[in-house]
């Protein structure tokens, strides 16, 4: 009896799933023999392309070497990661904590800004600001501070009553006013709701710094980001960048945080970091807080595969392979082409509300009507219906949606790997086109 490819998935879809036998490049082929191109590099993550024969290389050897060492201890293999990343982040950043993945690291981070606030006296101080229309995560905590509405849904009764401001989405600004005679409400909010809060008991601010998988890519206007910076430091708040989706050259820098300069007190990353060879999280922290935490005697414990010498090596070697093939670089300048290619031939569309982004990191909102940005009603599934047209024209685009929040709100990301170049632009360009008219046509 053959088992049906959704029988191996836990909550099994509507539709049978996929079955990826093997990938190359930003390519993937099927069971059945089919060849998609990668548009979202996964879940956003494979940023150097499938099936560099270095990494298999890397792996065999550091498996043969070291299987499993507990976290208090250290690798070589760790020892070269921690050297690389003290170069990639911003300065100062030099701490740096392991995890399995995003939702870890971003949990890992809340802790540490809590307990570092008790280390300093102030264990009042334990409310985290985040956004609405932001994601964090899938662990309870992760869920409190993100902004999803449709995935915070079944577990509201049990989330952490944290605060949440509101994003900086010219497109659908929450307070209907347009850059730049806003006044940067979308900063100033912060301010006010620490007010609001108390000073004295606020934490932390997380937040992605450009929105992903629920905006979808959407870069904030250049004053936002020194602005909120100024604010946490003027109330003793931790400012915690979210850059599991945004980092490791995504942005077209190696951090969405160097676009303005901007030094965050910890900064969360994962993804990009293996480019999907090796589940892996991590947050960088100001040296000078950790060191605080140590003077204190705090503890901060590990999971079980923090650190895991396999997954530093890995690490490492992606590393390498960006900085030796410049792909930060060259994400930056294909992301400018790319971008451009999308606006001149798809803003046209009667269905794209908006083209945003920047690097190989782009979003387009999907809407009924282009003048009043109204959303396809939820029951339509148009996120979802696109996808699956994408997919039957051979193209992967990422699914997001919640950007018109009770309203609902579809769009796909465009963010490939790294190594794609014109020819596959022209492809993703063209058949997603096709796969939007396909969808119009259906309505």
């Known amino acids: 009896m053959v088992m049906a490819a959704n029988s191996s998935m836990f909550m099994r879809p509507a539709h049978e799933p996929l079955v990826i036998e093997r990938a190359e490049g930003p390519w993937l082929y099927t069971k059945d023999s089919r060849r998609i191109l990668d548009a979202g590099a996964g879940a956003v993550v494979v940023n150097i392309g499938q099936g560099r024969e270095e990494l298999a290389q890397v792996a065999a050897r550091e498996m043969a070497r070291l299987n499993y060492i507990v976290p208090?201890?250290?690798?070589?293999?760790?020892?070269?990661?921690?050297?690389?990343?003290?170069?990639?982040?911003?300065?100062?950043?030099?701490?740096?904590?392991?995890?399995?993945?995003?939702?870890?690291?971003?949990?890992?981070?809340?802790?540490?800004?809590?307990?570092?606030?008790?280390?300093?006296?102030?264990?009042?101080?334990?409310?985290?600001?985040?956004?609405?229309?932001?994601?964090?995560?899938?662990?309870?905590?992760?869920?409190?501070?993100?902004?999803?509405?449709?995935?915070?849904?079944?577990?509201?009764?049990?989330?952490?009553?944290?605060?949440?401001?509101?994003p900086p989405f010219c497109y659908r600004c929450p307070w209907g006013k347009t850059y730049p005679g806003c006044g940067i409400d979308c900063a100033t909010a912060l301010e006010e709701e620490i007010v609001r809060q108390g000073a004295d008991s606020v934490a932390a601010f997380i937040a992605e710094p450009m929105m992903g998988a629920t905006g979808g890519a959407v870069p904030p206007v250049r004053e936002y980001w020194p602005k909120l910076a100024e604010i946490c430091r003027r109330y003793n708040i931790l400012l915690i960048a979210d850059e599991v989706m945004t980092g490791f050259g995504r942005t077209g820098e190696r951090f969405a945080v160097d676009h303005w300069k901007i030094k965050p007190d910890l900064l969360i990353g994962g993804k990009g970091l293996t480019g999907g060879y090796l589940p892996m999280g991590m947050i960088a922290v100001d040296e000078k807080l950790v060191e605080e935490c140590e003077q204190a005697a705090a503890d901060f414990m590990f999971y079980t595969y923090s650190a895991h010498p396999l997954a530093c090596a890995i690490a490492d070697k992606v590393l390498e392979i960006m900085e030796r093939e410049h792909l930060v670089e060259r994400a930056a300048t294909l992301g400018a082409q790319l971008g451009a290619q999308l606006k001149e031939r798809l803003?046209?569309?009667?269905?794209?509300?908006?083209?945003?982004?920047?690097?190989?990191?782009?979003?387009?909102?999907?809407?009924?009507?282009?003048?009043?940005?109204?959303?396809?009603?939820?029951?339509?599934?148009?996120?979802?219906?696109?996808?699956?047209?994408?997919?039957?024209?051979?193209?992967?685009?990422?699914?997001?949606?919640?950007?018109?929040?009770?309203?609902?709100?579809?769009?796909?990301?465009?963010?490939?790997?790294?190594?794609?170049?014109?020819?596959?632009?022209?492809y993703l360009i063209g058949n997603l086109h096709a796969a939007l008219d396909e969808v119009h046509a259906g309505i």
Do not use: C
Request: charged letters at 20%; proline letters at 6%; hydrophobic letters at 40%.
């Open 347 to 426: 803003s046209g569309h009667p269905m794209v509300g908006d083209i945003r982004g920047t690097g190989l990191f782009w979003g387009l909102e999907i809407v009924r009507d282009k003048g009043t940005k109204v959303p396809y009603a939820p029951d339509l599934r148009i996120t979802s219906r696109l996808v699956g047209a994408a997919l039957k024209h051979g193209l992967f685009v990422y699914p997001t949606s919640g950007m018109a929040g009770a309203a609902g709100g579809d769009g796909v990301m465009i963010a490939p790997p790294f190594v794609i170049g014109p020819a596959e632009i022209d």
């Open 72 to 166: 208090v201890w250290s690798s070589a293999a760790r020892e070269r990661l921690t050297e690389r990343l003290a170069r990639w982040t911003p300065a100062g950043l030099d701490r740096f904590f392991f995890t399995s993945g995003g939702s870890e690291a971003v949990e890992a981070a809340l802790k540490f800004a809590i307990m570092y606030q008790k280390a300093k006296g102030r264990p009042q101080k334990h409310k985290i600001i985040s956004r609405w229309f932001s994601y964090h995560g899938n662990t309870l905590a992760a869920l409190s501070v993100g902004g999803n509405l449709g995935r915070r849904a079944d577990y509201e009764h049990v989330l952490l009553q944290w605060p949440h401001i509101g």
